[in-house]
Nanobody, 119 residues
């Protein structure tokens, strides 16, 4: 059974960058036809797709965040990561990592990690 666990700094100052890591267990991030995503949800608002990575390492970014988001992965640790630069209070949200099927339907969620942007 695949499990995902996010980790991150929690509190970030405006204009700084935030890096989040998703540790995956019970399955490999390089398994064919799997996709690994970052999704966020601000309090009181709907979820927003940030980006996803294919099993071969190719990436897709939400056009609204493309200039500030960057995905990476460490296959030796079975982890993938999100870096979001130049954050503002509007980036405050719970950030989730997730696995999707090849239709980009989420089948496994991490528990989420709160990121708060505040001075």
């Amino acid at each position: 059974q695949v499990q995902l666990q996010e980790s991150g700094p929690g509190l970030v100052k405006p204009s700084q960058s935030v890096s989040l890591t998703c540790n995956v267990s019970g399955g490999s991030i390089t398994t064919a036809y799997t996709y690994w995503a970052w999704i966020r949800q601000p309090q009181g608002k709907g979820p927003e797709w940030i980006a996803h990575m294919f099993a071969n390492g190719d990436t897709y970014y939400n056009p609204s965040l493309r200039s500030r988001a960057s995905l990476s992965r460490d296959t030796t640790k079975n982890q993938f990561a999100l870096r979001l630069s130049t954050v503002t209070p509007e980036d405050t949200a719970v950030y989730y990592c997730a696995r999707t099927d090849n239709m980009l339907l989420v089948d496994t969620w991490g528990q989420g990690t709160q990121v708060t942007v505040s001075s």
